[in-house]
């Protein structure tokens, strides 16, 4: 734990068993807090995006193949 120095580590069992339900519970407000962001960042992100196409079996599409290797050279 580097954001602790030996000052503020626990002495006693008491202590370090409080110190652990203190980490617990601030690590699951995190956990929830940062999912309230993940999501609400994914809803405004998503106002900007297109709908993705629907293909069909049978269609006809182009193919962008940059990153695909072949054996033949590119010139």
């Known amino acids: 734990m580097d954001f602790l120095d030996e000052q503020t ?3 006693d ?5 409080s110190f652990m339900v203190t980490m617990t519970e ?10 309230y962001a993940q999501e609400r960042q994914g ?5 900007h995006r297109l709908p ?6 049978g ?9 695909i290797r072949t054996r033949r050279p590119s010139r």
Do not use: C, I, Y
């Not at 809803?43 to 106002?47: H, M, P």
């Not at 993705?52 to 079996?57: E, G, K, L, R």
């Open 9 to 11: 580590l626990p002495t």
């Open 43 to 47: 809803e405004n992100a998503d106002r």
């Open 13 to 17: 069992d008491q202590e370090a068993r």
């Open 59 to 67: 269609d006809k599409a182009w193919l962008n193949a940059k990153n």
């Open 26 to 35: 601030l690590r699951a407000h995190l956990r929830t807090v940062m999912g």
């Open 52 to 57: 993705a196409a629907s293909f069909q079996v």
